[in-house]
């Protein structure tokens, strides 16, 4: 009998390449653990997806009622409730997305320190099962965009762009929080209350024309600020984001997903004894 193989597998000592054979070749294990995280959540939920529809439009409420009657914060000429309904639908997708990615390897121990698999896998699988939520958000915002008779324009095309600088954001930032988290657990701890405040930075409840011109460009290194403007942009006609923005926000977004990613690999050797 011949004997089978035996695949050795050594920590990287260096800072790793992006390995897209291993990732390709298990990409079922992918989807498998994308199910599964959708399964998991909305087990035994008697409205199931409807959540996700459910929470922005509950914070739309409140947000309306609150800055926009009440306070009344400006909204670039758009209504209220479809200005942070808008805002809300990428949010609401990036701090799931980036919290559950961060948990996704210290919260499943059995899966890292038992078995070998493409340990990015948890992290992304994560991500994915939040995008369910997303697409359900935002067919709810294509609704209102019904209600209010708002039909977008060409900017429309530049949709993907968005949901481009939003994965590499939140992938980037998942990633590293997720090599921290196995490590350290006051990350769990902390996170949560890092996530508000990036919300708060984020023009989800006031437009971006509310700081001052001359750091606008300092304001969308916060690669969300461009994201939700350009979003608003696309579908409701608001306003641009400038070209400093869109070069902030990008080379941010792609300067996180490199980092996130090599720190993860490099991490990935003290995982299984780390969680």
Known sequence: MV???TTILVPADQWPVLNL???????????????RGIHVRYKQAVIGAGWAILQPLALMAVFSIFFGLIVR??????????????????WQFTARAVHEGAGAIALNPHLVAKIYLPRLYLP???????????????VALLVMLAI?????????IVLPLVL?????TVVGMAAFLAAMWALYRDVAHLLPFLLQVWMFCTPVIYPTSMVPAAWQWVYALNPMVTAVDAL??????????TPSMILASTL???????????????REGVMPDAV
Do not use: K, N
């Open 21 to 35: 054979r291993e990732l390709w070749q298990h990409r079922d294990l992918l989807w498998m653990l994308t199910w």
């Open 73 to 90: 914060i400006p909204s670039d000429g758009i209504a209220y409730p479809l200005f942070v309904y808008s805002g809300l639908t990428l």
């Open 3 to 5: 004997p089978r193989p």
């Open 164 to 168: 481009l600088l939003v994965a590499a």
């Open 252 to 266: 941010v977004a792609l300067a996180l997903l490199v980092f996130g990613y090599c720190w993860f690999r490099r």
């Open 124 to 138: 992304l699988a994560a991500i994915l099962a939040a995008a369910v939520d997303l697409a359900a958000s935002f």
């Open 232 to 241: 608003r942009w696309a579908l409701l006609g608001g306003v641009a984001p």
């Open 148 to 156: 209010y008779q708002v039909v977008p324009g060409w900017q429309v």
